[in-house]
């Protein structure tokens, strides 16, 4: 049980600045590189390399397998939500202008963008660590020497 | 004209040189390997080169996401259907093989082929940077103001495509949840709350 101390230790120093650094691209991504899709990835790695740490019990205890059909519904939910949004505030869908009609910077833009990256980062956040656990949970974990 | 996209032997030309040796030989290393754990490990390695030949390109979104997904959950995900399954590739007879060989070298030789009608890497008259890529080059300081030119084309000008993208993965999601998810398994029990505990603090 004590094994892979290295790996254990190199998982809980890099866990948070992983989280971190998903937080900065998915918030980053209309200056630099990046967008919700590879913060959530990056999201789903921190806890995916977590559970192929200590566990997939410890990482289920805090991210339930219950919540995620939830999270991934969410995302796709707040992206539609956004169009609609705009299509009641009486625009084209996902014309994100009429958010902030007035705005002389494309405030409406801004806005829109961010909401809709963070309805992919969650969707695509809670999809790949289903799969991770859907894959994970199939098994009983690998001994040690297993491979 | 000829010679305003013409390279010449510079470090990046180098750095590509080696990325793409480095590729080939990594794809033949786990074509010849039986040791499937082995085979992961590589995928790895060719996506992280892969994203690295991105860079090169100055495709960074696309370099990201590779490294992300092709070295990162795929290999995780490769690995997790490892565990189910034989560690070792079974050898095929020399008959069986002769077929997806055949297969394998026809698709080659013809998207090879298809390259040659490609136009040069950065050409400014090529269709896809001369019309609509100007046109967001030029409209995006306008319209969207967002200094990343491929989060304006992806989350505004084709929101709309990357909804469909978005549902996208979540049905793949949907899928291996209804697949092989743990209520798929094990004949009906929820999403894994009635399994025992046994390490309950």
Not at chain 1, 37 to 45: E, K, M, N, R
């Given at each position: 049980?004590?094994g892979?101390?290295?790996l254990?230790?190199?998982?809980?120093?890099?866990?948070?600045?992983i989280?971190l650094y998903?937080?900065y691209?998915?918030f980053?991504?209309d200056?630099?590189?990046g967008?919700?899709f590879q913060a959530?990835?990056?999201l789903a790695s921190?806890?995916i390399l977590?559970?192929?740490?200590?566990g997939?019990k410890r990482c289920?205890?805090?991210?339930p397998p219950?919540?995620?059909p939830?999270g991934?519904?969410?995302g796709?939910?707040?992206?539609?939500?956004?169009?609609?949004?705009?299509?009641?505030?009486?625009?084209?869908?996902?014309?994100?202008?009429i958010i902030?009609?007035d705005?002389?910077?494309?405030a409406?833009?801004?806005?829109?963008?961010i909401?809709?990256?963070l309805g992919?980062?969650?969707?695509?956040?809670a999809?790949m660590?289903?799969?991770f656990?859907?894959f994970?949970g199939?098994e009983p974990?690998?001994?040690d020497?297993?491979? | 004209?000829?010679?305003?996209?013409q390279t010449?032997?510079s470090?990046?030309l180098i750095v590509?040189v080696?990325?793409?040796?480095?590729?080939?030989?990594?794809a033949i290393?786990?074509?010849r390997m039986?040791?499937?754990f082995?085979?992961?490990m590589?995928s790895g390695?060719?996506?992280?080169?892969?994203?690295?030949?991105?860079?090169?390109l100055?495709?960074?979104?696309?370099?990201?996401?590779?490294?992300?997904?092709?070295?990162g959950?795929?290999t995780v995900l490769?690995?997790?259907?490892?565990?189910?399954?034989?560690?070792?590739e079974?050898?095929?007879s020399?008959?069986?093989?002769?077929?997806?060989r055949v297969?394998?070298?026809?698709?080659g030789a013809?998207l090879i082929y298809?390259?040659i009608?490609m136009?040069h890497?950065?050409?400014?008259?090529?269709p896809?940077?001369?019309?609509?890529?100007r046109?967001?080059?030029?409209?995006?300081?306008n319209?969207?103001?967002?200094?990343?030119l491929?989060?304006a084309?992806?989350?505004?000008y084709?929101?709309?495509?990357?909804?469909g993208e978005t549902?996208?993965?979540?049905?793949?999601g949907?899928a291996?949840l209804?697949l092989?998810?743990?209520s798929?398994?094990r004949?009906?029990?929820g999403?894994g709350r009635?399994?025992?505990?046994?390490d309950e603090a």
């Amino acid at each position: 049980m004590m094994g892979h101390l290295i790996l254990r230790v190199t998982i809980k120093i890099l866990f948070a600045p992983i989280l971190l650094y998903a937080l900065y691209v998915q918030f980053h991504g209309d200056y630099g590189p990046g967008g919700g899709f590879q913060a959530g990835v990056i999201l789903a790695s921190a806890f995916i390399l977590h559970a192929l740490g200590f566990g997939l019990k410890r990482c289920q205890r805090v991210i339930p397998p219950s919540w995620l059909p939830v999270g991934m519904a969410l995302g796709v939910l707040i992206y539609a939500g956004v169009g609609l949004y705009t299509m009641l505030l009486g625009a084209n869908f996902l014309d994100y202008d009429i958010i902030q009609p007035d705005s002389h910077h494309h405030a409406g833009q801004h806005i829109g963008i961010i909401a809709v990256e963070l309805g992919v980062g969650l969707a695509v956040a809670a999809t790949m660590l289903q799969i991770f656990y859907a894959f994970a949970g199939r098994e009983p974990e690998p001994s040690d020497d297993a491979w | 004209m000829e010679t305003i996209y013409q390279t010449s032997v510079s470090a990046v030309l180098i750095v590509e040189v080696a990325i793409l040796t480095l590729l080939v030989v990594c794809a033949i290393a786990m074509v010849r390997m039986r040791q499937l754990f082995g085979v992961a490990m590589l995928s790895g390695i060719y996506s992280l080169l892969s994203a690295g030949f991105f860079v090169t390109l100055d495709a960074v979104d696309v370099a990201f996401t590779e490294a992300a997904v092709g070295a990162g959950i795929s290999t995780v995900l490769i690995l997790s259907g490892i565990a189910m399954t034989a560690k070792r590739e079974k050898a095929v007879s020399r008959r069986r093989a002769l077929l997806p060989r055949v297969i394998t070298g026809v698709v080659g030789a013809s998207l090879i082929y298809a390259t040659i009608d490609m136009p040069h890497y950065g050409d400014p008259n090529s269709p896809a940077n001369a019309y609509l890529g100007r046109a967001y080059i030029e409209a995006t300081p306008n319209d969207i103001e967002v200094p990343n030119l491929v989060t304006a084309v992806l989350a505004s000008y084709r929101g709309y495509d990357t909804l469909g993208e978005t549902v996208v993965v979540f049905t793949a999601g949907l899928a291996c949840l209804l697949l092989i998810g743990s209520s798929a398994v094990r004949g009906g029990g929820g999403d894994g709350r009635d399994q025992p505990e046994e390490d309950e603090a």
